[in-house]
């Protein structure tokens, strides 16, 4: 199965809000502080998009028209969950959008600078495999935002966070099924890919949004939305998914990286 991505470009919309009154909807329930604070994080990080797209079209992805014809739609649809996001922030008295934005930015110093550094030289070294890096990481990272919101509206199923968290997650699912089967397909017919998605994840994958974001920020949300018991279904789930992908096996990725959270906060 190949997704036609100009089926995909050309359904995308801005996830609808405008119904959902965000600027009242939590007045008479707001929500409990901690989903705030994971909310802040998924604000952040959706709204932190464009500058992963900047540092992706430094790499041999950018030869590939149709995974830019994706890149520029998948940038565009996060950009309006951050933007939502935001709605709900801003409804809870807090700052969000472009002035929380703009103190993320700054706050990254040279980080930021080193940024596409890094991707070009990983993908110098990896030649044409830097795709099936991209695209395996890029699902899993879908995958485990997914499952944040998924999981973030059953710990506080505020009816109306629920219907936006549910509308979001829909979109997800079709930067899903892209990544995903554009992975399959590349980790299948390439000993070499599987060999270096598999070095590649293991040596670097974090959780999306890690390096933006202070270390404690990512530890808490790690430790809110995949500990416990309701976290540990979660955190199998996404192990299986990536599993079931070529060269994949029996990695337990994502187990391992909630473990080395908890000992972050520790
Ligand atoms: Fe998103
Ligand atoms: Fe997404």
């Known amino acids: 199965m190949t997704i036609d991505v100009e089926a995909?470009?050309?359904?995308?919309?801005?996830?609808?809000?405008?119904d959902l009154d965000l600027a009242n909807a939590f007045r008479d329930r707001p929500l409990m502080p901690e989903t705030l604070r994971c909310l802040r994080y998924m604000h952040d990080i959706e709204s932190h998009t464009v500058c992963y797209l900047r540092d992706l079209l430094l790499t041999e992805s950018h030869r590939d028209?149709?995974?830019?014809?994706?890149?520029?739609?998948?940038?565009?649809?996060?950009q309006w969950h951050g933007v939502a996001l935001g709605k709900v922030l801003e409804a809870h008295g807090e700052v969000a959008g472009n002035e929380r934005v703009s103190a993320t930015r700054r706050a990254l110093g040279v980080k930021d600078r080193l940024a596409p550094l890094l991707n070009t030289l990983g993908s110098v070294l990896a030649r044409r495999d830097f795709v099936a890096v991209h695209m395996t990481w890029g699902a899993l990272n879908e995958w485990s935002t997914q499952a944040g919101y998924a999981r973030l509206a059953e710990l506080d199923d505020h009816p109306v966070l629920v219907e936006l968290?549910?509308?979001?997650?829909?979109?997800?699912?079709?930067?899903?099924?892209?990544?995903?089967?554009?992975?399959?397909?590349?980790?299948?017919?390439?000993p070499r890919a599987r060999r270096l998605v598999r070095l590649a994840l293991t040596r670097l994958w974090a959780p999306v949004g890690s390096?933006?974001?202070?270390?404690?920020?990512?530890?808490?949300?790690?430790?809110?939305l995949l500990g416990g018991e309701?976290?540990?279904?979660?955190?199998?789930?996404?192990?299986?998914?990536?599993?079931?992908?070529?060269g994949?096996?029996?990695?337990?990725?994502?187990?391992?990286?909630v473990q080395r959270w908890y000992a972050v906060a520790a």
């Open 165 to 190: 968290l549910e509308r979001i997650q829909r979109q997800e699912a079709r930067h899903i099924a892209f990544y995903a089967t554009e992975a399959r397909e590349r980790l299948a017919e390439s």
């Open 65 to 78: 028209p149709r995974i830019t014809t994706f890149l520029t739609t998948w940038a565009w649809e996060e």
């Open 230 to 246: 309701g976290g540990d279904a979660w955190v199998k789930k996404l192990d299986q998914r990536l599993e079931r992908l070529p």
């Open 248 to 257: 994949m096996e029996g990695m337990k990725l994502v187990q391992g990286e």
């Open 211 to 224: 390096g933006v974001v202070p270390k404690e920020e990512t530890a808490f949300l790690v430790q809110h």
């Open 8 to 18: 995909f470009a050309a359904s995308a919309r801005p996830v609808r809000f405008d």
